[in-house]
């Protein structure tokens, strides 16, 4: 096997998997602390997308530029979200947390069907096909701007979490629920921000995917899936784990299109999964399951 065509997969792979982390970070996020799993992932996914889409026809801001806008839009959609929808489903069972968040998946990919249309858009910025040699691996710009904007949101996340007062409130919540009741923590609110937070992750994601891929209604879903699979793999509800396993995913999806076509590199990244629950159920950074 061709040695160079194989660090040109795991450089491809490693930068998309920074992408695929932030996806994955807020996915674990709102597991974490709430126990709910956010099925309309994807679909705000898909909303960060258009959001920045919108922004570059109309003003010609890059993606890359207005990914907080995307981000404070989806923070706000989240907010609303946790507040109307999963601050009621919270103590119900599993199965009625599903058919609710299935149902907002739905309600957030038909409105964006509605605004948008069902045909798939493709923008183009000036970097689209600029790319940048190292040794003998080509990387593409865009590529390697998202990847690096998607560690630095990541990192901001893990900062905010450790250092600001509502970020310790959600990590207190988290650890015990009863606990930060008791010490007058306006729980709900302090959920209703991390779900915002989990929405922010996702939303600057979409954005950053813009300049690398078309975007439609339906593109969140293979994404969502991968997320579920990187949660799984690095542990639920851990973030460390999540953005470790977001590497690892996209380093085995790029490489797995040597051995099967790229349409189906999904196989690879839920063959994964599959591993990971047969051998360690609560995934390599979620304790001996």
């Given at each position: 096997?061709?040695?160079?065509?194989?660090?040109?997969?795991?450089?491809?792979?490693?930068?998309?998997?920074?992408?695929?982390?932030?996806?994955?970070?807020?996915?674990?996020?709102?597991?974490?602390?709430?126990?709910?799993?956010?099925?309309?992932?994807?679909?705000?996914?898909?909303?960060?997308?258009?959001?920045?889409?919108?922004?570059?026809?109309?003003?010609?801001?890059?993606?890359?530029?207005?990914?907080?806008?995307?981000?404070?839009?989806?923070?706000?959609?989240?907010?609303?979200?946790?507040?109307?929808?999963?601050?009621?489903?919270?103590t119900f069972h599993e199965s009625m947390q599903v058919i609710a968040m299935v149902g907002v998946m739905m309600v957030l990919e038909n409105m964006a069907q509605l605004i948008w249309g069902p045909d798939p858009h493709s923008p183009h910025t000036?970097?689209?096909?600029?790319?940048?040699?190292?040794?003998?691996?080509?990387?593409?710009?865009?590529?390697?701007?998202?990847?690096?904007?998607?560690?630095?949101?990541?990192?901001?996340?893990?900062?905010?979490?450790?250092?600001?007062?509502?970020?310790?409130?959600?990590?207190?919540?988290?650890?015990?629920?009863?606990?930060?009741?008791?010490?007058?923590?306006?729980?709900?609110?302090?959920?209703?921000?991390?779900?915002?937070?989990?929405?922010?992750?996702?939303?600057?994601?979409?954005?950053?995917?813009?300049?690398?891929?078309?975007?439609?209604?339906?593109?969140?879903?293979?994404?969502?899936?991968?997320?579920?699979?990187?949660?799984?793999?690095?542990?639920?509800?851990?973030?460390?784990?999540?953005?470790?396993?977001?590497?690892?995913?996209?380093?085995?999806?790029?490489?797995?299109?040597?051995?099967?076509?790229?349409?189906?590199?999904?196989?690879?990244?839920?063959?994964?999964?599959?591993?990971?629950?047969?051998?360690?159920?609560?995934?390599?950074?979620?304790?001996?399951?």
């Amino acid at each position: 096997m061709d040695l160079n065509l194989i660090l040109q997969l795991t450089t491809s792979g490693f930068l998309l998997g920074g992408v695929y982390s932030l996806i994955a970070l807020g996915l674990s996020l709102i597991f974490g602390v709430m126990k709910v799993i956010n099925f309309a992932h994807g679909a705000m996914l898909v909303w960060g997308m258009y959001i920045a889409f919108t922004l570059m026809n109309w003003t010609g801001i890059d993606p890359f530029f207005s990914f907080a806008v995307s981000a404070a839009c989806l923070f706000v959609l989240g907010y609303i979200v946790q507040r109307t929808v999963v601050n009621r489903i919270m103590t119900f069972h599993e199965s009625m947390q599903v058919i609710a968040m299935v149902g907002v998946m739905m309600v957030l990919e038909n409105m964006a069907q509605l605004i948008w249309g069902p045909d798939p858009h493709s923008p183009h910025t000036k970097y689209s096909l600029s790319t940048v040699w190292l040794g003998s691996v080509m990387i593409d710009i865009p590529r390697l701007l998202a990847f690096i904007l998607a560690i630095l949101i990541a990192a901001a996340v893990f900062l905010f979490l450790k250092y600001t007062d509502i970020g310790k409130s959600i990590r207190a919540s988290a650890d015990n629920r009863i606990g930060a009741l008791i010490v007058g923590t306006d729980v709900n609110k302090v959920y209703a921000v991390c779900f915002g937070v989990g929405a922010a992750c996702v939303g600057a994601a979409g954005s950053l995917l813009i300049p690398l891929m078309p975007v439609s209604p339906h593109t969140g879903f293979p994404f969502k899936l991968t997320s579920f699979a990187i949660v799984i793999l690095g542990g639920m509800g851990s973030l460390p784990g999540a953005m470790i396993g977001g590497l690892m995913i996209g380093i085995a999806e790029s490489l797995g299109t040597v051995f099967i076509p790229s349409s189906l590199k999904q196989v690879i990244s839920f063959g994964i999964m599959v591993l990971i629950l047969l051998l360690r159920p609560k995934g390599l950074f979620g304790g001996k399951g």
